[in-house]
């Protein structure tokens, strides 16, 4: 219901207000709004009143991106109105009154306990003031809500920074024992009606930048309870180990009463016990109530548990920005991590990746952490999103790690070459280990200066937009695409050379290419013949042996020739007609037609009348007079099929034109009308012929 308060807010008018610099503390954050009870924690004796606040710190005329989504921008000010729902344990502290401070006009110097003043500015408008010790408030977000106050500002009201007190709430205390003073849910909103300081989107929309703070009442010296569990996400059919904390009066605890969050409680004297979860949930509420001998409960700590089908972290790769490294250089390793776990949801693993270098000879074909042959170099946390649906390409996580060579290397000796490894550390009921780890290229260390070319990537066939297509038709343009790394310590100049049967059919010059960076050069050249093609392609250095080489082959083939025959070709409405595509035949040998394609088009009109696939020949009843136009489509055994953006692919096409003229023969359309109505035109066709007949033939004479 807090979008109650959110439409009221929407519709009101705008205003402006001067910023308030807000207080500082060292235990408030200084970035971001917040919400919070004040004081935190108060102390008392049965019958004892006490007062506390809720506050709103922080607030600044400024929006942030969100975290999440950068795309998107949230306020972190400019309040316009507030709603928020509110509870405490009836059995412990007992309700006596409340002041809603706003407008802040009429609260303008602190209000105790909390050190600032009211809130809002005038106009305003009473949207919720309701409290109600039974809860079960009517439109609350829980039935645990014992108070729900929403208010908002008016036209021509400025907004409202700085800092803030909400609200404040007196009790009394009543029996011994921990009453949460708990923020159950809280919205602000901006003046143009917008969530303040909330995530818009992904799985954490709605959720506060810094999540409100609860406070709680101690009435007399009741036991004080929280707990941890291991591990951090659980899987289904999996143990997870919960283990109570008893923060105050430890030495007395009788009973630990828990809730599991499925709907499974269980109630135990040891302070540590384990659950089995079945199903998934991205939220498992589990909570935990303590009893000491005097019968006197504990405050209810909870906390939210993610269970999930399945965890799997994975490397899936270690790359190095330089092949190549002089001492007292900067090079880049790129770890790249993905989430394998399954769930119906969305969920992060905190994923701890280590980076090792070798310092003795290793084996790269068959890596694994030994610590004889490696020493950690870096370690790193980071989250790793599993999404929901798995996606069918997943795209890793890339993490960028910048080294430097000779801390990494130590003192230059002599020219070596070195890996690095990438290890994940392994997840409780991981379900596979086997892929924690990851080996890099190596990387050549060295005082020497000198250039050395890579073919890193080679794309070559007849480029479509960004494509390439092979084989080729010939008399079709080749296309290669070159790109070439420089892997040396130094700037140099390459040449790159192409050879088609070993013949050099181009020559291309890349000058003053840095370390570590990439040139892409491309080049076209003609194929008349059909066939197979050798490619090799030359990279070398200039002044200097170094060389790398690619190699592979390209197949050039012979078109289709499309023969169609029209019977007949000049029909009449409602003529069968026939298209016959069989003799059409493959020219390059061992190829044939895979598929046909017909597309019909009435007269005048440039979208499909109908479309059909599959056979070689189709027979049609057209309807009307004029141009129709037939078009044949094929597609070949390599794949290759019509392409407006490719023109070698236009022996894939034939276009026929039939003229329709007039003459007998009925509407296509009435061949498929129900059979009852067929049945009903028929008949009344013979009435009316009878009818006809009726007319035609005269009366008999009477006799005399």
Partial sequence: ???????????????????????????????????????????????????????????????????????????????????????????????????????????????????YPGILYRPTLTIKEEVNEAGNIPGTKDPRVRAWFSFASRDPAAPFNGNGTLFTMTFQAIKNGISPLEIVDCTLADRDGYPIAQHKCNQYFGQWFNTPRNGKAIVGTPPEVDFTYWPDIGVINKPVNFTAIIIQNASNIQLYMWDFGDGTQQNTNEPMVQHTYTAESYEYPVTLKAVDSNGIESNTASHKITVVQSRDLKATGLTLSHKAVKPNTLFNLTAQIENKGTATFEFYENCTIQIYCNITAIDPQNPFLDPTKWKLIHTQNTMVKAPYPPPFYPSPKSIPITLNSTQTFGQYIQDTFYYFLLCIEPKPYETNTTNNIAISDRIFYTTKEYVSPAIVRVNYGSKVLKTFAKPLIEGENCTFEVTIENVGTTVGNFTITIYLNGTNIETMSIINLPPAQLKINSAQHKITSRGNYNITILATTEGSAEVSKWQSWLRVIKPPKLNVTVNPWNPTIGQNVVIDASTSVHQEPGAYLETYTWKIYKPGIDQPFKILTGNYSVSLSLNETGEWTVELLVQDNYGIKYDANRPATSAYKCTIKIIVGGGGGFHIEWIILPAVSIVGIIVIAILVIMRRRKVAVPAPEEEE
């Avoid at 809720?54 to 005329?61: G, I, M, Q, R, S």
Wanted: negative net charge.
């Fill in 1 to 115: 219901m807090a979008s109650v308060m959110l439409l009221a807010i929407t519709i009101l008018a705008m205003g402006l207000h001067d910023v308030v610099k807000p207080a500082s503390s060292v235990e408030l954050p200084s970035a971001y709004p917040l919400v919070y009870v004040y004081p935190e924690s108060v102390s008392v004796d049965v019958g004892d009143y006490f007062t506390i606040s809720v506050v709103v710190y922080n607030l600044t005329d400024a929006k942030v991106q969100d975290p999440e989504n950068p795309t998107q921008w949230i306020s972190l000010g400019n309040l316009y109105g507030f709603d928020i729902q509110f509870s405490w344990d009836p059995t412990v502290i007992k309700y006596v009154s409340h002041t809603v401070t706003v407008p802040v006009e009429d609260y303008p110097n602190p209000i105790p306990p909390s050190p």
